[in-house]
Structure formats: C-alpha cells, structure tokens
C-alpha cells in the first residue's frame, strides 16, 4: 500500500540528488503506476480540495481533488512541479505571456491515471477535469507552495493580477457545492 511518509522521505532523497523535477517525478511516477494502492494510502476522494501532506522551504506535496468538470484559471507555481494521477483525468491548457500582462493559449496536455508529468517553473497554465466524477492528483512543488508569490490571469479578461489563496479556496468549496447539488450529465 501506498505509504505517505515513505513517498515523502523518497522525493526528499530524490530531490537532494538533483534539485530539478526529473529524480522527483520518477518516485512520483513509480507511486501512481499503482493507483489503487494510492486510493488505499490517502482514501477515495470525496471531495474537491488541496490538502497539504508535506511542506517545507524547499518541498510541498498536495493532494489536489478536482470536482467533475471543474476548470480553474490560469495561474503559474514559479518553482517546477510534478503532477501524478491517481484517479480520473486533468486536462492542462498552456498559456504564453503577451506584451501588457495577458496571456493566450500555447498548448495543451490531457493527464490520465498513471500519468507523471512535469511541468517548469515559468509554466503558465489551467486546469479542467473534463470528466463526470472527481479527479485525485499527487502535486510535488520545487518549493514552499504556500509561500511563494506568483500570479492568477483573470479567467474573461486574461489580465495577470497577484494570486489570491483564499479565493482558490473558495473556488473549491463553491465547485463541491455544485457539483454536489446539481447532476452531472454525460450525454
């Protein structure tokens, strides 16, 4: 079974041989190539939600639950990441910054179950899980998640502005209420 403090204790010594992604992402991908063994070690999803399961200055790992069809706005980490699945899909749009602070589209990347896929640190992007159920993914950050400054862009207007934590929060809480409230059609 999928033991917490080990996965941890492993991206430690991961991250202290290379300080890139490239040794975290192997012990990530490693984990979600058993993704019912994860299901057993953090519990089935019930709702959405970041869950912090290890900070410090210069690691984070998540558990980042994304209600059914939910999409969140562009936003950047400013460390790399690595993000593993363990359980349904996200969907991630690229985005490049223009000249006067706004950002359009440069790519896309579907991440299913079993998928381990880095991302930089100069990455801009958004997040849709296009699927009817909830989505569980494994999030290790180069970094203090919850410390670092970085930027939202406006989801209309595509304009950057100085990301707000307590309104990603929101946004999950209000994404648990709808889906939870309102059936999800797969037609």
């Known amino acids: 079974m999928f033991d917490l403090e080990r996965f941890v204790a492993d991206c430690q010594a991961a991250h202290a ?7 975290v992402r192997e012990v990530l ?3 979600v190539q058993d993704p019912r063994s994860v299901l057993k070690g953090l519990g089935e999803p019930k709702r959405a939600q970041v869950e912090a399961l290890y900070r410090s200055a210069s690691l984070t790992v998540l558990n980042v639950v994304w209600a059914p069809r939910m999409t969140i706005y562009p936003h950047n980490h400013r460390m790399w990441a690595v993000i593993g699945i363990y359980t349904g899909r996200e969907d991630n749009i690229f985005w490049r910054r223009l000249p006067g602070g706004t950002v359009e589209a440069a790519g896309a990347q579907s991440l299913c179950e079993r998928d381990a896929a880095p991302l930089g640190p100069e990455i801009i992007h958004s997040v849709t899980n296009p699927i009817p159920r909830l989505t569980g993914a494994i999030h290790v950050y180069g970094g203090d998640f919850f410390a670092t400054e970085r930027s939202e862009w406006d989801p209309e207007t595509l304009t950057e502005q100085p990301y707000d934590p307590a309104k990603t929060l929101r946004y999950f809480e209000e994404a648990n209420r709808s889906w939870q409230t309102t059936p999800v059609s797969v037609a």
């Open 17 to 23: 041989e290379d300080r890139s992604h490239k040794a």
């Open 29 to 31: 991908a490693r984990a």
